[in-house]
């Protein structure tokens, strides 16, 4: 083995694995053996009319709901296995934009972009005053 290849580090392929899902709501079926592998380092967007379940979807993978049956793990970890602080730790982690400018409407903008910092971090009030405002110069 070269020297370039022992530094490797043995990361899965896809961040995300769905398989074999199936969902339903009020006994209508959602998913119904459902497979995704969401590849590692890409930006991947999750498309359809309305009603044809996205939003279910982001809610199965970030453990919010959780399937009837199959699989789902999140960088190698089954998310139906994870309790409330991994939950957390994994959600920090990650980064979804719904359609519509995604803002919180009862917000600014300066409050939105502050959200994510008063939320995640224990900044002190002037430094986030300070980050917002230079993120929206």
């Known amino acids: 083995m070269s020297a370039q290849g022992s530094m490797k580090q043995n990361y899965p392929e896809s961040i995300v694995e769905i398989r074999d899902v199936v969902f339903s709501r009020d006994e209508k079926p959602i998913f119904d053996g459902l497979n ?44 139906a296995t994870m309790g409330r602080e991994q939950l957390f730790a994994m959600r920090r982690r990650m980064g979804m934009l719904f359609q519509n400018g995604a803002l919180l409407t009862d917000l600014d903008v300066f409050e939105n972009v502050a959200f994510p ?17 230079t993120k929206l110069h």
């Open 36 to 79: 995704i592998a969401i590849p590692r380092g890409k930006i991947t967007a999750v498309m359809g009319p309305s009603g044809t379940g996205k939003t279910t979807l982001l809610r199965l993978i970030t453990g919010q709901l959780t399937p009837e049956k199959g699989h789902i793990s999140v960088d190698g970890q089954d998310v």
């Open 117 to 133: 910092l008063r939320e995640h971090t224990n900044l002190p009030e002037k430094l986030i005053r300070h980050i917002v405002l």
